[in-house]
Nanobody, 122 residues
């Protein structure tokens, strides 16, 4: 089994900052891309940012320049530094990882964390 556990969400005023963390654990052979998604009430889940094992990043236009994604491969962790937060950033943020398990013949599969609430007040 593979688990992704997020932390770091909370309530912050507009213009403030938060840092999300996600750590993967379990029978992991390797992790390919990792990323953060978010889902606001009544909206579809959307990609916020992603990062490859070598550190190449991709950002949604709405967060580029304000959010920074990073990862620590040795710790099987991914982070999201969120600055200059806006009320429209309010959502549940989900960690995602493309994981290959230790079991013989396993292939890369998508895993999700349970989500962490980020609320930005105006």
């Amino acid at each position: 089994q593979v688990q992704l556990v997020e932390s770091g969400g909370g309530l912050v005023q507009a213009g403030g900052s938060l840092r999300l963390s996600c750590v993967a654990s379990g029978s992991i052979f390797s992790i390919n891309a990792m990323g953060w998604y978010r889902q606001a009430p009544g909206k579809q889940r959307e990609l916020v940012a992603s990062i490859t094992p070598s550190g190449s990043t991709n950002y949604a236009d709405s967060v580029r320049g304000r959010f920074t994604i990073s990862r620590d491969n040795a710790k099987k962790s991914v982070y999201l530094q969120m600055n200059s937060l806006k009320p429209e950033d309010t959502a549940v943020y989900y960690c995602n990882a493309d994981v290959r398990r230790l079991e013989w013949g396993s292939k890369y599969e998508d895993y999700w964390g349970q989500g962490t609430q980020v609320t930005v007040s105006s």
